[in-house]
């Protein structure tokens, strides 16, 4: 049976139902409120109740998040107004609505870089990458976690936020079975957290902590980290702690058959009818399933998997759901009932598939893993090699032993050829072999110089980002900030080249579509404001691409969605721009259109500005057909050769 185990994700705290502890909290805050008559006190407070109240009820959350935010403004409390900002994000964080959550934590990282805050910043980029961790985007997530960790290490209060990074990412890495990394950052999580056992945060790294050993079959380990959980469970007098300590130490004994000690560690959370975390439910209900039917009691079996059945979650617990619908699939193996065991088979399979598409290796790892592979590679070719010097030695020996049968004289003259033919030969083989070693050492240096060069671009272009976003912060008029801004989207299409050949195999080609699809997200984030409703469509073929066509290509569409963005809907409140990129026959089209005012269909062509000269030259370096229509919003199409000759 497929191992699986619970997960514990840092939001602004762990995703619990309401407990007694957190209503405890919740009745303290609000006699505070009612006794509190300095402002800035309420502030707080309104602040700790968003909190307490995100973990159970969204309405609650939201409520206070929002009264947070409005008495910021109206105190013209920056820092309020970014935890205002982030407190309805977190209400609709914790409810799972993870495009309105993303909105409002993203107006809150700007505020934070208008306002030079670093550990704002950095706590955006952990809220952000979270949400694409829920998601589960984790290419996404790991550049947002980078970006935090950057901050986090570099500010004297960025330990408790590292530590938090640290245990997502060990989750990221167990889902990815890279399980002994896992271990690695849990550990590095626990140390910043100070290992306080009276910490919530730190019962939750024990949890993961202990889950992670347990996946990698450490069941000791595993079980001194649960026996931590369990005695803070006891400590603060906190079930669900218990509950977690004890359905883990279960999968242990489950998983070394002890099934009537594991079936004793999932009864109480079973039969706990005030128990409404989904969690700890279907794993209890799953796994004694599991055990009946593996004792052959099939009635019971099937009661405990109806009363699971009713907690399974595909979207909010894909790894619980995934490993329940397994163990159904085995149930029913077990009983003959072949249609219903291949249905949920069917179900895993395509959980299994859902996950495995979205898991991501952290590309250090995977580079260690290529050299490991080389390495390999290079090995068995040495052997084959050996082994083919091993087999002409032989037939040499074989020819030898004949002639000596025929003639002694014969033999001795041609032993004299085969050893100055066999040195000659082993020279040869011996100067082969040294230049072979070094060509390939050659290509590998020259690989990995390559790969080096990119990152130092991108690098380079970064640190030209980040010294126009610190200019653009001194720019009170318009027109030269709008153009600094211009100038930074140029800069970060460029440096998404470099930062793409740099994390994959090729240094020369990039898949397109993923290179577009991020360059449009940094639009829209860059460009989009809360008193418009902007909508960015895309549309591309998933093709790899040589570099000198893809960076005219990006800056093209920078230029052209930033123009949508800046001119399209000055004056209305809501709209679309669409971009497609597709191939018809030996030709690609690409095109950005809006649903803006237009242009009452004047060539733009005309115009003089520095994007349409960019827009005209790097046309001309595609060698492709320009096409602009400017009567029903802005159309703008590009027609090229598949193999678009580079000037």
């Known amino acids: 049976m497929g191992k699986w185990y619970l997960s514990v994700i840092v939001l602004a705290g762990l995703v619990f139902n309401l407990r007694a502890q957190s209503r405890d909290k919740i009745d303290s805050l609000k006699l505070q409120l009612e006794a509190a008559s300095d402002e800035g006190a309420r502030l707080k407070l309104y602040h700790g109740l968003n909190q307490a109240w995100a973990e159970s009820n969204f309405d609650s959350a939201l409520w206070y998040g929002q009264l947070l935010y ?39 990282l700007n505020l934070s870089i ?43 209060r960025g330990a408790i936020g590292l530590s938090k990074v640290y245990n997502n990412l060990g989750i990221i890495y167990r889902r990815s079975r890279q399980y002994e990394k896992a271990i690695d950052v849990y550990q590095r999580a626990l140390k910043l957290s100070g290992g306080n056992q009276e910490n919530e945060q730190t019962a939750n790294l024990f949890i993961n902590l202990a889950n992670a050993f347990s996946s990698f079959n450490q069941y000791d380990s595993a079980k001194k980290y649960f026996k931590k959980v369990y005695d803070f469970s006891l400590d603060t007098d906190d079930n669900l702690f218990q509950y977690y300590a004890s359905n883990g130490l279960g999968i242990i004994y489950f998983d070394n058959k002890d099934y009537n000690q594991a079936r004793n560690y999932f ?54 759901t995934m490993g329940f619908y397994l163990q159904l699939a085995e149930h029913h193996e077990r009983q003959g009932d072949y249609r219903q065991s291949l249905f949920y088979q069917k179900a895993y399979a395509r959980l299994n598939a859902q996950v495995l598409t979205n898991e991501v290796i952290d590309r250090t790892t995977e580079w260690e893993q290529r050299y490991q592979n080389q390495e390999k590679a290079r090995e068995i070719a040495e052997l084959k090699l050996a082994n083919q010097q091993a087999e002409l030695f032989a037939i040499e020996k074989s020819k030898e032993r004949n002639a000596f049968i025929f003639s002694s004289a014969v033999l001795f003259i041609f032993l004299i050829s085969i050893i100055i033919f066999y040195r000659s030969w082993k020279r040869t083989a011996t100067i082969l072999k040294e230049k072979n070693t070094l060509i390939q050492t050659s290509l590998t240096e020259k690989e990995l110089l390559m790969k080096e060069v990119h990152h130092r671009v991108k690098n380079n272009l970064q640190m030209i980002t980040s010294l126009l976003n610190l200019q653009s912060h001194n720019i009170t008029e318009r027109t030269a900030s709008e153009t600094v801004l211009e100038s930074k989207n140029r800069v970060h299409a460029m440096s998404l080249i470099h930062h793409n050949l740099y994390s994959q195999d090729s240094v020369t080609e990039i898949n397109i579509r993923q290179y577009l699809l991020n360059l449009l997200d940094n639009l829209e984030s860059s460009y989009q404001t809360d008193d418009k409703d902007i909508e960015v469509k895309f549309k591309a073929i998933d093709v790899v691409m040589d570099v000198d066509v893809a960076i005219p290509m990006g800056l093209i569409v920078n230029e052209l969605v930033s123009n949508c963005f800046k001119h399209a809907f000055n004056d209305l409140s809501k709209g679309i721009i669409t971009v497609r990129f597709q191939k018809n026959n030996d030709k690609y089209l690409l095109s950005v259109c809006d649903n803006g005012r237009g242009n009452g269909g004047i060539d733009l062509m005309r115009e003089g500005s520095l994007g349409m000269v960019l827009i005209r030259d790097l046309s001309k370096k595609l060698k492709a057909e320009l096409r602009i229509e400017t009567t029903n919003g802005v159309s703008t199409e590009l027609i090229f050769l598949v193999k678009a000759p580079v000037l």
Do not use: C, M
Not at 135 to 144: C, E, I, P, S, T
Not at 286 to 310: C, H, P, R, V
């Open 70 to 108: 409005k008495k910021a403004l109206i105190a013209n409390d920056t820092l309020n107004i970014i935890y205002g900002l982030r407190g309805i994000a977190y209400a609709h964080d914790y409810a799972y609505h993870i495009d309105s959550a993303r909105q409002y934590y993203l107006a809150g």
């Open 267 to 320: 009864t109480p959370a079973a039969n706990d009818s005030k128990l409404t975390d989904l969690n700890l439910k279907i794993t209890a209900y799953g796994y004694l399933g599991a055990i009946e039917s593996l004792i052959g009691n099939y009635t019971a079996a099937n009661q405990y998997f109806t009363k699971g059945q009713q907690f399974v979650s595909e979207k909010e617990l894909v790894d619980q």
């Open 114 to 156: 208008l306002s030079k805050d670093t550990l704002q910043i950095a706590d955006s980029y952990f809220s952000l990458g979270t949400l694409k961790l829920l998601d589960g985007d984790y290419v996404a997530a790991l550049l947002y976690y980078e970006d935090a960790i950057a901050v986090y290490n570099n500010h004297s």
